[in-house]
């Protein structure tokens, strides 16, 4: 399956927090199985709608764990984990570069599934890193947002090059 583009930083769009989905319909539905496409095709582990352009909080997370695909609308965390965890994020946004960012082990998210059923699920480990970086593009930040601004400032120069 095709899908849109990706994004390039630093457009705009991709620092606009997106808006909550009214009700999860087959457009909703489409638009999910396209982010599947373009997740898949990077490959990655999670992909938020606003990455591809779409301004509606839509994300799906597959981090290959046996759980299979979680598609979530309007996804919010409700609880994190004291414990924190550090992984090499990137961003098919800003190819070419990755940075290490530590986040909570574990969340508890609530979201819509694809059925628009309201839900409560618990995300660990990579699953748990993959949602929370999702739930941070929906709201306008990418990873290295959360970088110190040296980190970020060399982080965003390499990227240049890259480019």
Known sequence: ??????????DARLTTPARPVDAVTDETRAIW?????????MPGVGLAAPQLGIPQRLAVVDADDGFGVTRLANPRILHA?????EHDEASPNLPG????????RAVTV????ETGT????????????????????LDGKLYFHRLS????DMLLRKASKCA
């Open 33 to 41: 199985n396209e982010m599947i496409a373009a997740m898949r095709a």
């Open 81 to 85: 984990s004291g414990d924190l965890r």
């Open 110 to 113: 609530a979201y819509l599934d």
């Open 1 to 10: 399956m095709k899908h849109r583009p990706f994004l390039r930083w630093p």
């Open 97 to 104: 570069v990755s940075a290490k960012v530590k986040r909570p």
């Open 149 to 152: 601004k040296l980190k970020r």
């Open 118 to 137: 309201a839900r409560e699920q618990d995300f660990v480990l990579l699953r748990a890193t993959s949602v929370q970086h999702q739930i941070d593009h």
